[in-house]
């Protein structure tokens, strides 16, 4: 990697270094090879969502004709679609690599990823009918030499491109002067080509009967129908055909029309069913395709020869390895662990009865995210619970969430939902529940025109005795029992008074747009948190500056801000002592003598998706702690709501600070951000720490 002179680190050059780390876990040995492969799946649906979004971004201005070096930090825009372009076919190329190694490896626990060419005959028979009964009635077959208009790709589907040489060239001796000829002599007319849509209702991963040596055995989708190609086109009299795949990436930028006659569900639904005509941003290809199939295509889907277009492997969609089958080999992935209690929190009692006397922290997934769903439903069955009110961003498929929120409107209980429709990759599931919900009467909000509604939380109204008493709960991340599994965050249990006053004026908010309220304890985006954080920054400052104690930690997903960063770097050269947790994009550029020199950085990725944003300040050894929504980008500051959760208690601060430095320290998982951005791991002679681990036996020793 280049050295980086400038002062900040671009951001979707920042992000193709973070999916490296993604592709690093797949090429590590010590990560079991299955897991290894679903990073291999990560990686490359990361990559899907960076086209659909940035990299669309980036085209947007570069086609707007505008050099974009503002938005862009220096960087005219054509510049940065050939340096992605080319970062990106070197990683793919490194992918390959990996999965060409990680099958090796899979045979010597006799699992075989075979070919159309490698089957046997045995095999063939299996194959032959799973191809007749499941397979081929779900095909779509497009013949296009027969379509006047070439069929609509959908977006990150996999094609097969299929090319058929008929048989009536095995007379020709010299074709015409006038048709266009190939290496082979073969003219247009002797081909007939075709698009195969691989259908996702299927999985993509076929596993054959095991062999009589015990020798188990899986053949891609793709290659099943290659293997049964001559199946499909048994009508057609040919002497050859081939089938390369492609793919198509759209633009997945929603337009929202203005129509005041249609509601926001209508609106964000429209919108959603005309991003998948979004304009194409992506063309991956077979590089072993023929040149001739490859100009036929390019031709008829008005594609040029740009940056957009990237030759790929034998494989596209490799996402689906994020569920290659198991077989039984548990030992080729990572052990489950079992989700812990929270000391002093019980799942078989009231958990009001016990928030009432203190807060407490959930830290998922070492911890158990049912106190999350037991709060909800004991909220809609406790007769002296009046309201419910909630953030939502992203939700399961199959939400408990949900369910606990309609069980509590068809008690009586007054529930309202902000629901976020623009969730990206989320909007139809979350449509779906949004109707659902009304339907079964909960009272939905929609936020805010213009901004989007990120915050987690929920705040709960009971009557005790005559008077009002809130109760309530404060994330880092989606209230989503799936993701809960793989994604760490913290929860922060409360009936603090203040601290609920403060949320409640938050979703009076969403009702009453133009009322700004003034927060004593919640820091709350767009209007405060920027602000507040240069408040807090200055403050290290001057403490700095007077010889007192100074620091600043965060753990982020993200750090793009370049203001922000900008106050940072004066608080490095005051010497404020900055210790970064940066999972994703880190524009920062740490390290770096009279700009930098006193901030660190490190980006863990294992096994877990680092998720939580956690926010550390010194004040002079009595440290000011939060847990937020809020990554520091510029979206998360000005353009949507986020809520950051002071926390008070001091067992929950020592606990919040103790669980840093176990991933601060961490010498196994780590990786080092700097100028140079290779992603080198953090090593050093200390105990080994690999801090997701450690972090599960911390929370196993403290209910022990």
């Known amino acids: ?51 659909k979004v940035r990299y669309a971004t980036v085209q947007h201005i570069d086609l707007a004709g505008k050099s974009g070096k503002r938005a862009l930090r220096g960087m005219e825009a054509r510049q940065l679609l050939e340096q992605i372009t080319n970062i990106v076919i070197e990683q793919q190329s490194e992918s390959l690599l990996i999965i060409r190694k990680i099958q090796e490896e899979l045979q010597d626990h006799n699992i075989y990823v075979i070919k159309e060419h490698q089957v046997t005959s045995k095999q063939g028979e299996f194959l032959r009918s799973y191809f007749l009964n499941k397979v081929s009635p779900a095909l779509m077959t497009f013949m296009l030499d027969d379509l006047e208009d070439f069929p609509h790709l959908k977006d990150s589907a996999a094609y097969l491109a299929v090319k058929l040489t008929l048989k009536e060239i095995a007379n020709k001796v010299v074709p015409k002067s006038t048709e266009r000829v190939d290496e082979k002599g073969i003219t247009e007319k002797d081909k007939l080509y075709a698009l195969i849509e691989i259908p996702r209702t299927i999985e ?113 969609n490799r996402r689906d390895y994020m569920k290659f089958p198991v077989l039984g080999h548990k030992d080729l992935a990572y052990a489950s662990i079992t989700p812990l209690p929270i000391k002093g929190l019980d799942l078989n009692t009231s958990l009001f009865k016990a928030i009432a006397e203190k807060d407490y922290l959930l830290y998922a997934p070492y911890q158990s995210f049912s106190y999350l769903i037991k709060f909800l439903r004991e909220a809609a069955l406790d007769p002296k619970v009046t309201s419910i009110k909630i953030t939502i961003y992203r939700l399961s498929n199959v939400s408990h969430i949900a369910s606990s929120l309609i069980n509590a409107a068809k008690n009586g209980k007054e529930v309202i939902v902000q629901i976020e429709l623009q969730a990206r990759f989320d909007e139809e599931n979350n449509i779906k529940y949004a109707e659902n919900l009304q339907r079964e009467g909960v009272t939905l909000v929609f936020g805010v025109p213009g901004l989007k509604v990120h915050c987690k939380t929920c705040l709960v109204e009971r009557n005790e005795e005559g008077k009002l008493k809130r109760y309530g709960f404060i ?230």
């Not at 053949?219 to 002497?239: K, M, N, W």
């Open 475 to 704: 994330s880092t991340g989606n209230f989503n029992e799936s993701t809960a599994k793989i994604y760490t965050d913290y929860t922060l249990f409360t009936c603090n008074t203040a601290i609920l006053k403060d949320l409640n004026k938050v979703f009076n908010f969403f009702k009453i747009n133009y009322k700004v309220s003034r927060y004593k304890h919640l820091i709350v985006s767009p209007h405060y948190t920027r602000k507040k954080m240069y408040e807090l920054i200055e403050k290290e400052i001057q403490n700095a500056l007077a010889g007192k104690i100074a620091f600043i930690r965060l753990k982020l997903n993200s750090l793009s801000d370049y203001d922000m960063i900008d106050k940072l770097y004066v608080a490095s050269n005051a010497g404020v002592k900055i210790d970064l947790i940066i999972r994703g994009i880190c524009c920062l550029v740490p390290g770096v003598k009279g700009m930098s020199e006193n901030i660190n950085a490190i980006s863990v990725i294992d096994k877990f998706l680092e998720h939580p944003r956690l926010y550390i300040f010194a004040n002079e050894g009595e440290p000011k702690i939060y847990i937020s929504s809020a990554d520091w980008m510029t979206r998360n500051l000005d353009r949507r709501v986020e809520v950051a959760c002071p926390i008070y208690d001091e067992d929950i601060k020592r606990e919040i600070i103790e669980t840093f430095n176990i991933c601060w320290t961490d010498n196994v998982k780590a990786r080092v951000l700097n100028d140079t951005q290779d992603n080198t791991y953090v090593r050093n002679d200390l105990p080994k720490n690999r801090s997701q681990i450690s972090l599960y036996e911390y929370y196993q020793n403290r209910v022990n």
């Open 1 to 51: 990697m280049v050295k980086n002179n400038y002062r900040y680190i671009n951001r979707e050059i920042s992000w193709l270094q973070f999916n490296a780390r993604v592709l690093q876990e797949a090429k590590d040995k010590s990560v079991p090879l299955l897991e290894r492969l679903r990073f291999i799946g990560i990686f490359s649906n990361n990559l899907d969502e960076f086209f």
């Open 204 to 316: 993509r991963f076929v596993v054959l009967p095991v062999s009589d040596d015990g020798k188990e055995y899986i053949i891609f989708l793709d290659d099943l129908i290659r293997y049964c190609i001559d199946q499909l086109f048994s009508i057609f009299e040919y002497t050859s055909i081939s089938a390369h795949m492609i793919k198509i990436t759209r633009d997945a930028k929603l337009d929202i029309d203005n129509d005041f006659k249609k509601s926001f569900i209508e609106k964000i639904s429209k919108s959603v069913q005309l991003r998948r005509n979004g304009d194409p941003v992506r063309f991956v290809y077979d590089k072993t395709i023929d040149a001739d199939t490859l100009a036929f295509l390019m031709d008829k889907m008005n594609i040029e020869d740009t940056d957009s277009i990237i030759p790929g492997g034998r494989y596209h």
